[in-house]
DNA sequence: ATTTTATTGAGAAAATTTTCACAATAATAT
DNA sequence: ATATTATTGTGAAAATTTTCTCAATAAAAT
C-alpha cells in the first residue's frame, strides 16, 4: 500500500503546495500539482486516495487542508532530531543547510574521528565518536546521516546501530548491512550524474 | 527498453564489481553481485539479459567483461567535463569530491555571481556566470550540476540550457522547466530525509 | 429551480517491473 | 566417456504501478 516510491511523490506535492500557497493560492486541482510536481493528475488523486485524502469534486483541493493531512503523515507537528556522522565536506555542508531546520529537521550534532575537526566553533558542536552515545540518548535522536568515507562507512553504521539509530540516510556508495529494524536510505550523488549523462545521450 | 530505474541497477552493479575486483574476485556469479546491490539475482540477470551481456551458463560472469561491458555503456573509456553553477556550501563540497575524477567526471569550473567566491584559490577556478558560454564552448561541456538556491534555480536553469547543457543534476528542491532535448535528474536531499524518517518509523 | 460544467474518486485496463520456473549448457565428478 | 551439478538465459506468470474511463457530485450558469 504505502511504497517507498508513493512517499517520495507526497512530499514533492508537499513542496509543491508550500510553493503554490505562498504564491497566493488557497485551492489547487489535481492538474496544477501534478505538474507542479511533474507528475500526472491521475496519479496525484490515486496518491491522495490511497492516503485517505479527500478534495472537493468539482472544488478541487484545499491547500490549507492537504497540508494539514500531509503534515500529519509526515510528523510535521513536531522537531525531530538528526546527527550527522563525518564532518568533511559533505558532512560540513549538509550542517549548514537551512532547508532542514526550516523543515523541523534539527541537525543536533555531528561526530569525526578526526581530532582537528572536533569543537571547531561551528553552526552545529562536533564530538568525537566517543560521544555518540550520550547524544543520541540526550536528544533521543533516532535518525542519522552518514558522510564518512565509503572505507568506514560499514563500521560507522554498527556503531549508530549499536546505540539505537533506526534510519541512516547513507551518502557513502556502498550498501550498509543493518539488522531489519534498521531502515536505510541510499543517496549516490555520483550514480545520479552516471546516469544523468547516460540518459542525456551525451556519451553516444 | 532501458528505463531510468534500470541504469541505477546497472551503475550499482558496476560499484559493486569495482569492489569485487578489488578483493581479488575474478568471477562473479548473479547470487553475490546481487547481494552486493540489495537485489534479486533473477532481476541481475535479467538486467544484464537486456542489455545484451552474457555470462557464462554454469561459470558466472568474468568480472573484467562484466566491466568492460558496462564501461562501454556508460562511456568510462572518455572524461567527461562537468561544471558547477553555485559555488556555495554544496556546489563547494562536490567540486573537492574524489570520486568524481576517479570516475572520469572532471568538474572543469564552478560559476557563482557572488564576486566574494571568484577566484579564491581552490580545487577547481570560480567564474562570474558571465564566463559561463566560453567555459563550456572550450571544455565541450554538456552536464553541469545545479547547486545555486531555489529561487534562483530556474534563471540559472535557463542559462545554463541557453549555453548549449543537456544534462542538469538539479539538487535545489524545484522542478526545472527545460525543453525536451534537456534531461534534468532531480536529487532532494530533504525528501530523502523525510522518506527515511517516515518508513524508519520514528514519526509514529 | 434546473441545467450545465468541471473535477474528484475509484474500478477496470494497460503498462511496466519483478519473480518464477525450467530448459540449455558448461564445469566438475565419477 | 558419461553422469551429475550449478548456473545462466529467457519466456511466462505474478505483482506492482500508472493510465484510462466514467459515474458521482459540487459549483456555476441560466
Ligand atoms: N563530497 C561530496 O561531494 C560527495 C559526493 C557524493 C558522495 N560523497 C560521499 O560522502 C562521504 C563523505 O564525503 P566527503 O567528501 O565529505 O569526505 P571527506 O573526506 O571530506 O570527509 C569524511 C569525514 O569523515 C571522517 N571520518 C573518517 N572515518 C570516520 C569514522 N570512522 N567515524 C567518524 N568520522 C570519520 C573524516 O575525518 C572526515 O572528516 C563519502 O562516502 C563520499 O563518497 C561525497
Ligand atoms: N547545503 C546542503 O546541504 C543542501 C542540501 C540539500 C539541498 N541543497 C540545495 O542545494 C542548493 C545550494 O545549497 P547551498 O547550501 O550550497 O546554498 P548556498 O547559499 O551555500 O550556496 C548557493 C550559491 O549559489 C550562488 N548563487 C545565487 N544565485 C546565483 C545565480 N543566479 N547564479 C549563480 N550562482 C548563484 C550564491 O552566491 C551561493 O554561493 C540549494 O538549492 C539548496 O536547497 C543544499
Do not use: C, W
Not at 511523490?9 to 501534478?34: A, D, P
Not at 479527500?54 to 522537531?79: A, M, P, Q, T, W
Not at 553552526?123 to 547524544?135: A, F, G, R, S
Amino acid at each position: 500500500m504505502s511504497t517507498f516510491i508513493q512517499t517520495k511523490r507526497l512530499l514533492k506535492y508537499r513542496m509543491g503546495l508550500i510553493r503554490l500557497k505562498q504564491m497566493g493560492l488557497e485551492k489547487v486541482f489535481s492538474y496544477t500539482l501534478g505538474k507542479e510536481a511533474g507528475v500526472s493528475a491521475e496519479l496525484v488523486r490515486k496518491d491522495f486516495s490511497n492516503f485517505g485524502i479527500k478534495g472537493n469534486r468539482r472544488g478541487g483541493y484545499d491547500i490549507d487542508d492537504l497540508l494539514n493531512s500531509l503534515e500529519k503523515i509526515f510528523g510535521k507537528d513536531r522537531v525531530q532530531n538528526v546527527v550527522i556522522m563525518g564532518m568533511g565536506n559533505m558532512g560540513k555542508a549538509l550542517s549548514q543547510y537551512r532547508g532542514f531546520p526550516d523543515n523541523k529537521m534539527n541537525i543536533v550534532a555531528g561526530f569525526d574521528i578526526d581530532p582537528a575537526k572536533i569543537n571547531k566553533k561551528f553552526q552545529i558542536p562536533i564530538y568525537p565518536v566517543e560521544n555518540l552515545k550520550e547524544i543520541v540518548d540526550a536528544f533521543h535522536v533516532s535518525v542519522a546521516i552518514l558522510a564518512v568515507p565509503e572505507i568506514a562507512a560499514q563500521e560507522s553504521s554498527d556503531l549508530l546501530v549499536r546505540y539505537g539509530i533506526k534510519g541512516i540516510l547513507n551518502l557513502a556508495p556502498v550498501l550498509l548491512k543493518v539488522p531489519d529494524d534498521v531502515v536505510v536510505n541510499n543517496v549516490n550523488l555520483m550514480v545520479e550524474l552516471e546516469r544523468l549523462m547516460y540518459h542525456s545521450g551525451v556519451l553516444k
